[in-house]
């Protein structure tokens, strides 16, 4: 016996099997590793497609209706004060309702195109102003008006749906957030003008009020021009599906007879034996309180003031999703996936 220990035979067989501490924990966390990974790879993949950048190509489509209401900028109407330009002449009791329908495709994350199609009514009467000129010359029209444009939108700000932190199943601070975008871009419209004689509406381009088409008058113009859109809007997102928001917007044209008011007063005694006295009627209904204001060759309206129009829509917003199976499994959790705009 030597420092107290046996000197007995050894039993390597009962050690020889047995791996070191180290090498132990050294084989267990590979297969640790592994069997992690391999359980979080839905997750992780789920994740990458709500999160990355390419998430808002899911739902790039959008069908938008709008409702709202429409206002001239013309020749006709307006404040008590001699013809302005652009929204300065605005005459609000003479506003009329106006609709559209339209599809959106996001071609960027902020950036779309929009194909619109909008239905509106225009108005002006000289006898709601108190501007000498303008209420005796004592012209009126109203015109159905469809617009269809193709506008770009720029989205500085985008519309967001859920909590503040984004966390499934977390009572958190509610997100407010707004979109807010630009447009603009072009389209063409068809217009109507007519006049009231004796209770009924009644067409004034056949007439050629100005003597479009006689001897000496200007060349007729068409009921359809090109116009451009343009303005500004704000979005707030309701559900996964629908958003709301406001619309407003100026589109410029490249006509001046909206309104049927254009240029110089044509002869009315010949006017009245060519078209007759309907026409020449509607032509120079003055209450003759200016002598000479309507005489042949006399200003009636600025052709170099094109007239304008302004719509205000509020517009209801649904998005198609786009998903990337059929299967019920995926589509089950999508829907239960937090969505953030």
Known sequence: MQGGYSSGPSHPSIFAHQPAPGVLVSFKKPALLTALLISLMPSIVEAQYFKNSSYWKSHRREL????????FLGELGGRNQIGSPFVWDLEVSQTKPALSVGYRYYTFERQSIRLNLTYGVLAGNDNLTQEMFRHNRNLSFRSDIFELSLVYELHLFKEMLGHLYDLRGVQGQGNTRVGFYFFAGIGGFWFDPKAKYNGNWVQLKPLGTEGQGLPDGPEEYRNYEICIPM????????????????ELQYTKTFTDYIDDVSGVYYDNDVL??????????????????????????????????????????????????????????????????????
């Open 64 to 71: 938008t209706v709008g409702l709202g209401i429409a206002n």
């Open 272 to 341: 009245a034996s060519v078209r007759g006295p309907v026409a020449a009627f509607l032509a120079d209904p003055s209450l003759g309180k200016v002598p000479g204001q309507t005489a042949a060759g006399q200003q009636r309206g600025d052709s170099n003031d094109l007239d304008a129009y302004i719509f205000l829509k509020w517009h209801m917003h649904y998005k198609i999703f786009k998903y990337r199976t059929s299967g019920k499994k995926y589509r089950t959790r999508i829907r239960r996936q937090k969505i953030v705009f």
């Open 231 to 246: 303005g500004v809007g704000i979005r707030k997102a309701f559900s996964k599906v629908w958003s709301g928001g406001i």
